[in-house]
């Protein structure tokens, strides 16, 4: 079946520092991915997505390449900030017209000033 | 404001108590889910509504009974629940076609207690 593994946290940064948060995987066909982020006290909300191989989705500063040779879909950050303090979901749909969504764990970010 | 609310915000109930959770959206979204959410562990998906109807139940017990009255609400109704049902329940809505999945709208969440 379709599933997704990023990697454990937590993760304490300092402000500016670089981000990357690991996700691989597995799906038959040709899925969608997808990178949700859950602030304190809120539900998750779409951070950015890709529908198909080699597709850059970005938003906020992050960004994530669909990579189909590797299975992977890292969120990268050039320079986080404290605001970016949140909890990080990785997600996968079997195709861009599935309604339904296989999420990660979650990856707890704390950025310290 | 997300497109989807969800009420109450939090909740504490004893163990021989019944409530009831409610989502409500107005994206004109046609499916509706509910999400567990326990620390350090993955979003687990109990229900799933399309088009009003039914179409996974993920193994959920019995205790937690769902109700999609039309495509714009849904309800969780709980009842002698256990301490282990504590945990942060999510709504979502989505189109259940062609955007799929990249037009889920998550609501902020009811924070249960279970004492």
């Known amino acids: 079946g379709n599933s997704v593994t990023q990697m454990e946290g937590p993760v304490t940064l300092s402000e500016e520092a670089f981000l990357t948060i690991n996700c691989t995987y597995t799906?038959?066909?040709?899925?969608?991915l997808f990178w949700y982020v859950q602030y304190p006290g809120e539900g998750l909300q779409l951070l950015l997505k890709a529908t198909k191989a080699d597709d850059k989705g970005s938003n906020k500063g992050f960004e994530a390449t669909y990579r189909k040779e590797t299975t992977s879909f890292h969120l990268e950050k050039g320079s986080v900030q404290v605001s970016d303090s949140a909890v990080y979901f990785c997600a996968l749909s079997a195709s861009s017209n599935d309604y339904k969504l296989s999420f990660g764990a979650g990856t707890t970010v704390t950025v310290r000033a | 404001e997300t497109g989807v609310t969800q009420t109450p915000r939090h909740l504490v109930m004893g163990m021989t108590n019944k409530k009831s959770l409610k989502c409500e959206q107005h994206l004109g979204h046609n499916a509706m889910y509910w999400y567990k959410q326990s620390a350090k562990k993955p979003l687990e998906l109990m229900f799933v509504?399309?088009?009003?109807?039914?179409?996974e139940n993920n193994s959920v017990p019995s205790r937690f009974s769902p109700e999609c009255p039309n495509s714009s609400h849904l309800f969780l109704h709980l009842h002698t629940l256990q301490p282990e049902d504590s945990a942060l329940y999510l709504c979502?809505?989505?189109?259940?076609?062609?955007?799929?999945?990249?037009?889920?709208?998550f609501g902020s969440g009811t924070r249960l207690t279970v004492v």
């Open positions: 979502a809505s989505s189109q259940a076609s062609g955007q799929g999945a990249a037009s889920y709208t």
């Open positions: 799906a038959t066909g040709y899925p969608s």
């Open positions: 509504y399309s088009l009003e109807e039914r179409v």
